[in-house]
């Protein structure tokens, strides 16, 4: 039975979690070749997570494959969508092969192919069919109709659920249609602490009921790394992230801050460091725009925030000189509102960037310079604990 993408995408996840170490054989096969490349796409992804070697061949030379076999890591063999004779001259050899395959040391081989592979191997390569550990049948999902639903209001706000706060929707995306969206992922975020399948299921529902670049769409792509990320799949968190990236190209600096600030914070707890780079290099771009345009202290205020957001995905990637000069910045900045406005909130974000500053130097073996800026952020402390004396400002 051919499944879609999304749900045929986490069988063959955990079947590569279970067999990582083991050689496994592996047949998928689709009704359309377009249906295949983003596959071979999250296991390039895959691959690079686990650290395991990756190799892609269109397999019609024997002499590529006898090359190849046995190969460690991860490797797809893409069979002919054009004939079945050569289909069958790549499958014969694969058969005379799997000795190769199967072996001690070997890793995961993928054989990509049309539908009529299933039969054709089952057939013309028995022995090779015989010792699969795995097949996939991937198909077209059906499309959710994106009929307005009658009598659901057009809400202002999107639950708090998974990772993102309460956001305002923007009132120009306002309908039944956004409403209907918006309760499929509030019924996703109830279940996706106990059935991930079933709440990335909702999640692909929602997403037939937002158009492209819209606010909408850049939750649903949300939605899917939260999921993903309960999943401990950083392959569609980083396929996710990245598709909110280009989505969210085409809305306004405010809204997309909302989508990309949580998006940010998935895809560095899920390793996706390199994506996670690009978010956050975004939210400094357009947060620094608005301060140069603005010069308003909220304005400020923001651009500090997405420097920190950059500087702990910088550190999180061991560049310690990089998460230094961003979080020199936002120190900057946070002295300079703090000396402008004089509040409690001004002089506790100089605390926290005291402290960012403090653990840099630290770091990099500064130990004056570190206990310098760390006396700094405690004089501070105090003075609002003095000042205010709330419950929040003895606890920091």
Do not use: C
Request: aromatic letters at 4%.
């Amino acid at each position: 039975m051919e499944i879609p993408l999304e749900d045929g995408w986490a069988q063959l996840r955990r079947h590569l979690d279970w067999t990582r170490g083991y050689p496994s054989l592996v047949f998928v096969t689709a009704s359309s070749v377009q249906l295949l490349p983003e596959l071979a796409v999250r296991l390039r992804l895959y691959a690079d997570h686990a650290r395991l070697p990756f190799a892609e061949i269109d397999a019609d030379n024997e002499h590529v494959l006898r090359d190849h076999l046995p190969a460690s890591g991860i490797l797809v063999v893409w069979l002919s969508w054009a004939g079945e004779k050569s289909r069958y001259r790549t499958l014969r050899t694969l058969n005379e092969l799997r000795a190769q395959v199967t072996a001690s040391g070997a890793g995961s081989l993928l054989i990509m192919g049309p539908v009529a592979t299933r039969a054709e191997a089952a057939i013309k390569a028995a022995d090779l069919w015989a010792v699969r550990s795995f097949s996939l049948a991937i198909g077209e999902r059906p499309l959710t109709e994106p009929a307005a639903e009658q009598g659901l209001s057009a809400p202002e706000t999107v639950p708090p659920a998974l990772a993102f706060p309460r956001m305002v929707v923007p009132e120009h995306e306002r309908s039944p249609t956004t409403a209907k969206l918006l309760r499929t992922l509030e019924r996703a975020a109830r279940m996706a602490e106990a059935d991930q399948a079933g709440a990335a299921r909702l999640a692909v529902e929602a997403y037939d009921l937002a158009a492209p670049g819209s606010f909408g769409r850049g939750l649903v792509h949300l939605a899917r790394a939260e999921i993903a990320n309960l999943d401990r799949d950083a392959v569609v968190v980083d396929r996710a992230v990245t598709d909110l990236l280009d989505d969210s190209a085409g809305l306004s600096p405010v809204e997309r801050r909302l989508l990309l600030a949580p998006a940010v914070e998935v895809a560095r707890s899920a390793g996706r460091l390199e994506v996670a780079s690009r978010l956050a290099d975004r939210l400094v771009a357009d947060a620094r725009d608005l301060a140069e345009r603005l010069g308003t202290p909220e304005a400020l205020r923001d651009l500090s925030v997405s420097l920190d957001n950059a500087a702990r995905v910088a550190q999180a990637a061991g560049d310690w000189a990089a998460a230094g000069a961003l979080y020199d910045e936002s120190l900057r900045l946070r002295r300079e509102l703090a000396e402008r406005l004089g509040t409690p909130e001004a002089l506790r974000d100089l605390s926290v960037s005291l402290n960012n500053a403090a653990r840099v130097a630290e770091a990099a073996g500064d130990w004056a310079a570190a206990g310098a800026l760390y006396d700094e952020s405690l004089r501070l402390s105090r003075d609002l604990a003095e000042r205010l004396g709330t419950p929040e400002a003895l606890r920091d």
